[in-house]
Structure formats: C-alpha cells, structure tokens
C-alpha cells in the first residue's frame, strides 16, 4: 500500500513538473505576442502537451535555440524536451487508473444486487490456486473479495478486477480503530457469508479473526458478522492451533455469531489421499477377516504431510477391535523431528522409547505402535531396513512426502520394485509439489510407474469449494446433532422422549473445537465403516437390512425404534448382556470404541477424571474395562448403527 501511494506521490510531481515546465517555455517562445494571445497559446501549448501533440514542437525548441542559445533558454529547452515525453506518460497512467475504476465500478454494480459475498484475507501462492481453481460458474453466483496488505501492483489488479474480483489493497490490522468500519464496509465483510483468513501467518490469521465479534458478551466494537456467516482460518503450528481454539471456545455453550473452522491444506491433502486410497485397499477383493487386516504403514518424511499421514492413520487404520497397525517412520533428521512431533502425545496414553512410540495396552485394544528410523532414504542402509522390515512383517500401504523431487521419485521407484518381488501390488503415494509436468507423467504411465500414485498437490486441488463446501463438515456437523440429540430411554421410563429437532448449525456454533474435531473422526472414519459394517455382516452370515432392524428396529432385540427415540429392551445391565452376546453388534460397538479410543490418545487425552484442561477422559479404557466402569456409555458405541439403520429406513 506505501508503495502503490508513493507511485501516486511521483506520478503526481512529474505531471505538475511537466505542465509548469510546458508554461515557462510557452511564456519563453510566445513572448513577442500580446499578453492574452500570449496566455492562450502558453495554455494551449501546456494542455496539448498532455494529449500527445504538443504545439511546440522539439524541432521548434531546437530552432529556437539555435537562434538564440542563452542559459535560459538552454535550461528550459532541454527540461521542455524531456516533459514533452513525461507529460503524456501521466495521462496514459491515468487514463489506465480511471479505466480501471470505471470497471471495477461497473462488475460492483453489476454484481451488487442479490450475490453473496466471499471475503479473502491474503494473496499468497494458495489462495492464487483457489481463486484459479474456481470456476466461473462458481463466480457469477458470488462476489470475491480479496484483501491484502502487499502492493500486487496495477497490471495484476486490472486482471483480477476483469475477472470479477475485488481487490482491497489495505491493511486492515494497523488501521486506526474509527477507520476500520469504514474499510470492513467498503470489503463487505459485514454481509459476507464467508470470511477465509488465509494470510501465510497463523498469528496474522489469529488477530484477523479478533476483529469480528464472538458472542453477545464480546465487546461491541468489534464487527459483527452476518448471521450463518462461516469463518476459515488458515492455521498449520499445533500450538497456535490451540490457542485459537481456546479464543474460540469462550463462547462454547452459547450461540456463537459465526462458524469457525481451523483449516490446515496438509491435513486436507492426506484426507483425500486415504479417502481416494483406503489403508485397507490391499485388501480389497481378497478374503481376509477384519480382525486379521494388519495395517503396516511406511512413511517416508516427517514434515507436516508425513506427521499428518501418521496423525490419520492412528483413526483410519482402526477397521476391528484388534487388528494391528504399525507404522514405520523414516527421516535423516528423524531425532529433531521425533522430538517436535511426539510432543504433543500424553505419556499416559503411550510408552515411548527412543525409537518408537506404542499405544499402552490399557488405554485402547488391539495394537498401535510408530518406530522411527533416522536413515537417510539415499543410502543403502535405508533398503536394506525396508526389506527386513518387509519381511518381519509385509507392508500394506507406503507415503513418501519428501521435499525433494529426486529424492521421491528415486525412493517410490526402488520401493515398487521391493514390493512388486516381495509384496505383490502395494498402495504407494508419493509427494510431487514441485513439478507438476512429471506428476502428470507418472500418472500417466502404465509400466515402471504403473502402481505409482501422486499425493494431489494443493496447487492443484484446492479451490473454495473445497474450503467452505466440504461434505465432510456437513457430516460431522449431522453426526454432532444426532449423537447429542439421540433419546435412548429405559424401559422402566414412560412418556415417548424423542430426538431434537434443534438446528445442527446453530448445535455446531455452541459446542467447543475439541468436540467439534472430534466429530470430524467420526465423520472421517464413516467412510471406512461403509466397507466395515457388510463386511462384518459378512463374517457374522447375516443379512445387514434385516439384521439392524432385529437390533434396532421397531421389535428391536437390544433398542426398540419407536419413530422419535430408541426405547432400551431391560435395563442398562440387560442391553449391555445382550449387547455383548451378538457377535455383529459387539463387534461394532468394540471397534467404535477404540477408534475413539485412538483417536483420543493421538490428539494428546490420557485416562483420568474427565478434564478438558488437563485433557483427561475416563473412558479412555479398553473395551472390557469400560463395561466394568462406565457400562451406561457403551450403548453410545453403537451410534454408526443407528444412523445406518434410519438412513435405510429413509431408503424404503
């Protein structure tokens, strides 16, 4: 912005320059004429200056001079010669500058009427991807706004304004506090239905996000939000990513004036590689009880992608109560990165040791256990603890998410080869950020790079679909209203309770960011449930329909659907005796219970008295152990069953 007005500062110097040095050499050249004659033609001389065709000439200057060649006239007629060039120049940039205004005046007003409104703070290299990976029918329907506290400069504001942006080039943060309603006014912030705080900061991100008013007991200077209005907040540290979420949690309990979501692209990227790519794919087609499918997970890298990989896997990778899963870590600066990132991990959830950290026997069943290798993936040593590992125990899915391309596509390769001869196919997804035309290349390849996959680079994905549409928050914001609102009551109680008919939206705003990630899991981990859940009933010889309607349904064996709640059949000892002698519904209540379980634990919960500050849940116990202490709570674990069972019901 400081540069964009001293350009105006020089732009406006130079034309006065130009038109007074114009004037002095009229005055100088006219100077036999009659005073008003004089004056006319000096005043002609100087405005024709600026319309490109100034009446006296460089040739007439240079005669003029020639005739009589003083050190005024020398002076002045070389500063003429020059002005005669600059003068014209600042009518182009003017022309320029009004031309543009004049379209950004026209797309206002032409779009100003009835579209939405979409405000982005910061233009960086993700957000140009957005925007770019927008389309225009997406376009037409909203108005962007686009915020930044960087000079962009004209050229790329002219672009940006013809394709139908705004561009505000101010920085909204060091505005004084009785200017800023003015600037928030002209961005529309105040009628937006989406604000994206997308500043490569995550602090800059946090202080955007303290202008807008929480709640009703924020202060009231503060801009208030349209009401629905959603807020997406860039935020990648884990740190700050709390820090934000306690701000935010203040008004948990109450209808906060916006929805809040943390985003994090790393985050987005492995959801949709693992959603595109199961960790159970190599098992897909083959006849391999859940129990029995290991998940054995190489990753290559401990960057935020690779800590990312890891962070999901410890949720996806749950498909029984006790299958394992053993993820592999591999970096050359596996010490550093260790340290940083099992920080964040309680030590009453996990053992750890030097190398290798495991999920402790009391706080989850089944396995989960990450070792890490400080080997660099360009020496030897590096294959030859793959193989070994290989052979201890085959892998079943590998993510490579080094930075260096090289590096990557020399590690995938030499990879395919040792499970193409030990293995058979293997799920192998590799980082390709930084050259795109070598990605298409590889997937496109159908012979040494054939069971190559690339991890979608953001640059390529990334789009404000992806940001304030995604399926997956309206999942889990469903799955928030339904498990809050579910009415289970015992058989003992009368009266006909039934299920909420509140808002889930106006439900989602109210509760604290901890729940709502944890929704999120669930939300997450139903997409590996749609392949679970059959393929239970398949081991279990049932038929699904018919069998979540004998657990669940009006005649219900263990809840009796009664249209508006689920009435249990006995008390909560009887449910919880039935419950544990069906074989499908144990199974499915055991398995929901741990992935909670994991997930908990890799989020940084222990067991202990329930404590949000202190991060303790004393359901953070195995199966066996929460039937002994919290027996009311294991009906919750069959809440992937109800929702399948109405979502059929709906179906008929």
């Known amino acids: 912005m400081k540069n964009r007005q001293r350009t105006h500062r020089v732009l406006l110097i130079l034309a006065i320059f130009s038109f007074i040095i114009a004037a002095v050499q009229g005055m100088i050249y006219y100077s036999g004429y009659d005073t008003f004659f004089k004056l006319l033609l000096v005043l002609q001389n100087s405005i024709n200056a600026f319309g490109f065709k100034a009446t006296i000439s460089i040739k007439d200057v240079v005669a003029f001079i020639n005739k009589d060649p003083s050190a005024v006239n020398l002076t002045v007629g070389y500063a003429y010669c020059i002005a005669v060039f600059t003068a014209p120049y600042c009518t182009v940039s003017f022309l320029y500058k009004f031309l543009e205004r004049i379209l950004r005046f026209f797309v206002s007003f032409r779009r100003k009427g009835s579209c939405g409104h979409i405000v982005i703070f910061g233009y960086n290299d993700d957000v140009k991807s957005m925007i770019a990976n927008t389309s225009a029918a997406d376009l037409k329907k909203v108005r962007i706004h686009i915020v930044t506290a960087a000079d962009i400069g004209h050229a790329e504001v002219y672009r940006l304004n013809k394709s139908g942006f705004a561009v505000h080039c101010v920085d909204v943060l060091k505005l004084p506090e009785n200017e800023l309603p003015e600037a928030m006014d002209r961005i ?118 690779g800590q990312q990989a890891v962070l999901q896997a410890m949720n996806l990778g749950v498909v029984h109560e006790n299958n394992r899963i053993v993820i592999d870590v591999f970096d050359k600066d596996i010490k550093n990165r260790r340290q940083h990132f099992t920080r964040q991990f309680s030590e009453g959830a996990f053992t750890f040791t030097d190398d290798s950290m495991t999920l402790r026997s009391d706080t989850a069943d089944g396995e989960l256990t990450v070792n890490f290798f400080g080997i660099d993936a360009g020496h030897r040593d590096f294959y030859s603890t793959v193989r070994s590992r290989n052979r201890e125990l085959p892998y079943t899915y590998a993510v490579i998410t080094f930075g260096s391309v090289d590096m990557s596509v020399e590690c995938a390769m030499d990879l395919n080869m040792i499970f193409c001869e030990e293995n058979g196919k ?80 106006r439900e989602w705003n109210s509760i604290r960011m901890f729940k709502r990630s944890s929704s999120k899991a669930a939300a997450y981990h139903d997409e590996v449930k749609d392949v679970i859940i059959p393929a239970l009933a398949s081991e279990c010889g049932v038929q699904l329909s018919a069998k979540l309607s004998d657990l669940l349904g009006e005649n219900g064996s263990l809840m009796r659907y009664t249209g508006s709640a689920w009435r249990m059949e006995g008390t909560e000892h009887e449910v919880l005796e039935k419950l544990c002698a069906d074989r499908f519904a144990y199974e499915l209540a055991a398995l929901e219970h741990r992935r909670w379980c994991c997930y908990m634990a890799s989020v940084g919960w222990r067991y202990g008295e329930r404590s949000d500050k202190l991060r303790c849940n004393p359901c953070l116990v195995t199966q066996e152990k929460l039937m002994e202490t919290r027996p009311e709570m294991c009906k919750y674990d069959l809440m992937s069953l109800m929702a399948r069972y109405l979502s059929d019901r709906g179906k008929r």
């Open 188 to 305: 529309c912030a105040d009628v937006a239905e989406n604000l994206l705080l997308f500043e490569d900061s995550s602090i800059r991100n946090f202080s955007l996000l303290q202008l807008f008013r929480l709640n009703e007991a924020d202060s009231s200077r503060r801009l208030r939000l349209r009401s629905g209005a959603k807020v997406s907040c860039r935020c990648e540290e884990e740190g700050i990513s709390r820090l934000i979420s306690g701000y935010y949690d203040k008004a948990a309990g109450t209808d906060a004036f916006y929805d809040l979501e943390l985003i994090s692209l790393p985050e987005l990227q492995i959801h949709r590689m693992y959603s595109e790519h199961p960790l159970q794919s190599c098992y897909s087609g083959r006849d391999v009880p859940l129990r029995e499918q290991t998940v054995h997970l190489l990753v290559g890298g401990l960057g935020k992608l």
């Open 426 to 505: 293997v799920p192998l997804l590799v980082r390709m950020d930084a050259d795109r035309r070598l990605a298409e290349y590889i997937k496109g390849e159908n012979d040494s790079l054939a069971d190559l996959e690339i991890i979608d680079d953001r640059s390529c994905v990334i789009s404000l679909e992806m940001i304030i549409n995604r399926s997956i928050d309206r999942r889990a914001k469903d799955y928030n209203h339904f498990y809050n609102n579910i009415a289970i009551i015992t058989g003992n109680e009368t009266g006909n309770s039934g299920n909420s008919d509140a808002d889930p939206e």
